[in-house]
């Protein structure tokens, strides 16, 4: 007895870090799968989180990134007019929803998932109405076209055309009063535009039909925004509209000259000109960091749809008590770059290409120090390609980790632009922005696979450093 004990202990530790590694490997599967979808490229993305699903069918994350997968392909499917296999999606997407209804309420970690699921269905209904409308009720064509204006509308908005998207979603809550999506899209321009009133509104009215935690916390920072807006005016020109702090000047402030002239090296460098105002909106670090609440202590500034900066003091409304001039052009350039790679691809450009070249365009104005990277080169502790193009950058707690993934972005993205020219990459961003897979757009852009010249890359930088 006691022999088959022993065989039994030694049988489950040698059987526990093979289970434990299949647990990472599926959570690096998820984690792949997930951004793949973030990025657009929807069957690769699918593929993996379907066999992950093979393996652990109750798995809620994965349910839940199938679900947005799903409904985001059908969505473009039916924009390209491919109806038969839209429809498959349609029919898949059925199928986890009604996977996730019967699962018991404690295998979730909240109402998030289930509530999704509800707003899925619905979505389903509607879209299951276009592809087959014989099958389907007469009290559904309302439904339907509001889900149509909807889907419009966030094509607009992804170029950027806030009137027009804002027409659509107007129209598209007229006939359809349930989608909280729409109403979070219009507090999404409104914000957008400065206009913070409105947008606490519509957040509102999404939040009464749609109760999920990502939009509590949308509605939260908001309402954090909105208390520090009340000590700040508006200065507004032909590309920005700037949010500083009141009795300051600003018409004649080096702030509001080193945004233009940054927006005139990069939209020249790009050949790109954004058809709307950028936000910048101008702090104190106490400020900024009760605004951002989890932003690393060691973040200078902050791209998400508008520039934040802390420039002044606490005690002070002089922002130049703060940075140096090389620094705060540094941050200007890095963060005004965001904007306009997300501008050109329609938000689908993967992290490490954006900060990439966010990064490359702040080197002109204050070299970046390599030592950090240098050093890693050396000791072979690197991230791996998959590592830079997958890894969740918002994940990482280590100061040093995070560093490095930037650093090591920057250098691949000089790399590359070494080798290549600057349009080359503009081409590649418009090819993300239509939708083409990331692979597919780098080899159609620049000539080249990207698994060659990362191998280049990687050959030039263990000269360099190793």
Partial sequence: ????????????????PLVFADDLKLT??????TTLIK???????????ETVLTKDP???????????????????????????LAQNYVQKMNDVTQKIESLPAHEFPGDDLKSQSRIKREMTRARAFLLNPEEQGSDLVSLNAGREYYNEAVQYFNQRQYDAAENLLKQSIE????????YELLGEIANLNQQLDQAERYYKQAFLIN????????YEKLMREKTIDKGQQQYEDEHFIIRYRRDESIEGSEIREYLREAYRTISQELGHYPNYKIPVILYDRDEYQKLMGSVPHWSGALFDGKIRIPVYLSSSKNFQNVYDTPELKKLIYHELTHAFILDLSQTKCPIWLNEGLAQYNENKIKPIDLALFAKAVKSKSLLSTDELMYQDISKVTSQEKAMLY????????????????MYQMKQFLIELGRGTAFLEAFEKSFGRTFKDISANWQQEVDKLYG
């Fill in 1 to 16: 007895m006691k022999k088959q004990i022993r065989l039994l202990f030694i049988f489950v530790l040698f059987l526990s």
């Fill in 28 to 33: 690096s599967l998820i984690e792949k799968g």
């Fill in 39 to 49: 990025q657009g490229s929807y069957p690769a993305g699918i593929a993996i989180l």
């Fill in 58 to 84: 109750d798995n809620t994350e994965v349910l839940s990134s199938l679900l947005t997968g799903y409904d985001s392909y059908s969505q473009k499917l039916m924009v390209e007019n491919n109806f038969a």
């Fill in 175 to 182: 006939l359809d009063q349930s989608n909280s999506y729409a």
């Fill in 211 to 218: 109760s999920n935690p990502a939009l509590r916390a949308k």
């Fill in 406 to 421: 930037y650093l090591e972005s920057f250098s691949l993205v000089s790399y590359i632009l070494q080798q290549r020219r």
